[in-house]
């Protein structure tokens, strides 16, 4: 098991968070809904992190 691997797949996903969050908040506060589109595409950007961590031998229960 690879810690930098764990972080590069961890980072990317924060990444893709942060931005999606920055779009829908204004100084901590949710200002707009999250669209089904975009909470879709957070959970298979999950979904992927899931894959990746388990190709590398970490099981997520």
């Not at 969050?21 to 899931?50: F, H, K, Q, S």
């Amino acid at each position: 098991m690879n810690k930098e691997e764990i972080k590069q797949i961890l980072t990317g996903f924060n990444d893709d968070m942060r931005v999606l969050i920055t779009d829908i908040c204004t100084e901590g506060e949710v200002t707009e809904p999250i669209a089904e589109d975009r909470a879709e595409y957070i959970l298979d950007r999950w979904n992927n992190v899931v894959d990746k961590l388990e190709a590398i031998g970490i099981e997520l229960e």
